[in-house]
Structure formats: C-alpha cells, structure tokens
C-alpha cells in the first residue's frame, strides 16, 4: 500500500553519501546519487522507494537537487536517464548542463570501483 502524498516532503544533500535524499515525513522515499567532478556534478543513479511509487517523488526530488547543484555554482552532468529525461522537460537547467562524454563516463566507472 502506497504511503499518503500529503506528508511533509523535503530534499537534502547528504554529503558524506554523495545522494540527495527527499523525506516524507522523516522518511527517506528517494535518492538521486552523484559524485563531484570538479566544478561537475555527475549524477548517476535515482530510484524512488516502492512505497512512494506514482506520487511524484522522482520529479521533486530531481528538482530540489538540480536546483542546489545551481546554488553551489556547480555544473550539471546528466548520467542517470530519469535526470537526463527530467532536463529534456525543464530547460531552466540548460545553461548549467554538461553533456555526457566518453571521459566523463570514463571517469565515473574508476570513480564507483
């Protein structure tokens, strides 16, 4: 059974985890992880908790994260499909992102050893 929508939600970065998480009422219902290159910021993975599965979670969680990747002065790379998909509907992040090249994939795989 999902959980309800209309608990309180928030986004963190949770530095030493290198992921932004989003809370549902204290609950952790999601994680885009990253790893910095650089001025970069190289996401690469995002799932959404079972529980919180169709409430919108994904989109919000990709936002508030984007939206501090912006704030810091960092760069956007877009490894992960779900960010990249998110960036191709929100062309406020255009100016801060970063295509993805044989290097930057490169790196990212040394970078997860």
């Known amino acids: ?7 309180i939600r928030s986004v963190q970065r949770v530095v030493a985890a ?6 549902v009422d204290g609950r952790r219902g999601g994680l885009t992880a990253y790893r910095d290159r650089g001025d970069q910021r190289v996401f690469f993975h995002t799932e959404v908790d079972d529980a919180f599965a169709g409430q919108g979670l994904g ?4 936002q508030g ?6 704030e810091s002065g960092k760069r956007i790379v877009p490894v992960c499909p779900y960010v990249a998909k998110f960036l191709k509907r929100h062309e406020e992040f255009a100016d801060i992102t970063d295509p993805v090249t044989p290097d930057v994939l ?4 040394d970078e997860l050893r």
């Open 1 to 7: 059974m999902n959980q309800q929508s209309s608990g």
């Open 18 to 23: 290198h992921q932004y998480e989003i809370l």
């Open 59 to 62: 989109t919000e969680l990709v």
């Open 65 to 70: 994260a984007l939206a501090d990747v912006r």
């Open 106 to 109: 490169r790196w990212l795989q």
